[in-house]
C-alpha cells in the first residue's frame, strides 16, 4: 500500500468514526444508548460505501465496454476499390464485415452490392537452408530462394 491509499483510508476512517461519534451523541439524548447508535450508523456507512463503490465500478464496465464496441465497430471498416458492376467504373467505398454491403457508383449512380468472397490458402514459409544429414559425418546443404 502506497502513502497516498494509506492517508486517503486513514482520513476515511475517520471520517467514518467522526459521523458514527456524532450519530452516537445525537441519539444518546433521543434514546438507546451512545455505542449502540455508534455502532449502527458504522454498518450503515460501511454499506452506503460499498453500495456507491459497486455503482462506480458498473458505471466504469458499461463505459469500458461501449468503448470497447465503438473501437471493435471502427476496426471493422475496411476501404476498398471496387468495379462497378454496372458500367465497370472503379469506385473507393467503406465496407464492414459484419454488415450487408452497398455503394452507389460514382459514374453511373447505380446502387451495387458487395459480396465478400474468401479464400484459404496453404502457408509457406520460406526456407533458407536445408540440412539433410547423410551417412557418416557428411551433409550436403540445399539453398532455397
Ligand atoms: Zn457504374
Given at each position: 500500500?502506497?502513502?497516498?491509499?494509506?492517508?486517503?483510508?486513514?482520513?476515511?476512517?475517520?471520517?467514518?468514526?467522526?459521523?458514527?461519534?456524532?450519530?452516537?451523541?445525537?441519539?444518546?439524548?433521543?434514546?438507546?444508548?451512545?455505542?449502540?447508535?455508534?455502532?449502527?450508523?458504522?454498518?450503515?456507512?460501511?454499506?452506503?460505501?460499498?453500495?456507491?463503490?459497486?455503482?462506480l465500478?458498473?458505471?466504469?464496465?458499461?463505459?469500458?465496454?461501449?468503448?470497447?464496441?465503438?473501437?471493435?465497430?471502427?476496426?471493422?471498416?475496411?476501404?476498398?476499390?471496387?468495379?462497378?458492376?454496372?458500367?465497370?467504373?472503379?469506385?473507393?467505398?467503406?465496407?464492414?464485415?459484419?454488415k450487408?454491403n452497398?455503394?452507389?457508383?460514382?459514374?453511373?449512380?447505380?446502387?451495387?452490392?458487395?459480396?465478400?468472397?474468401?479464400?484459404?490458402?496453404?502457408?509457406?514459409?520460406?526456407?533458407?537452408?536445408?540440412?539433410?544429414?547423410?551417412?557418416?559425418?557428411?551433409?550436403?546443404?540445399?539453398?532455397?530462394?
Amino acid at each position: 500500500m502506497n502513502k497516498t491509499s494509506f492517508i486517503v483510508l486513514l482520513v476515511s476512517l475517520t471520517l467514518t468514526s467522526l459521523v458514527s461519534t456524532l450519530f452516537g451523541f445525537a441519539g444518546q439524548t433521543i434514546i438507546g444508548t451512545f455505542w449502540g447508535w455508534f455502532w449502527v450508523s458504522l454498518l450503515l456507512q460501511f454499506i452506503g460505501f460499498v453500495a456507491y463503490n459497486s455503482y462506480l465500478i458498473q458505471k466504469d464496465d458499461i463505459a469500458m465496454q461501449k468503448a470497447e464496441v465503438e473501437t471493435l465497430e471502427q476496426l471493422a471498416k475496411f476501404s476498398i476499390q471496387i468495379n462497378c458492376a454496372y458500367c465497370n467504373q472503379s469506385n473507393v467505398t467503406p465496407i464492414q464485415l459484419n454488415k450487408r454491403n452497398t455503394f452507389k457508383c460514382e459514374s453511373c449512380n447505380q446502387v451495387n452490392g458487395v459480396s465478400m468472397q474468401f479464400m484459404a490458402t496453404t502457408i509457406t514459409t520460406p526456407i533458407q537452408s536445408v540440412k539433410l544429414p547423410l551417412s557418416g559425418s557428411e551433409s550436403i546443404e540445399i539453398k532455397m530462394s
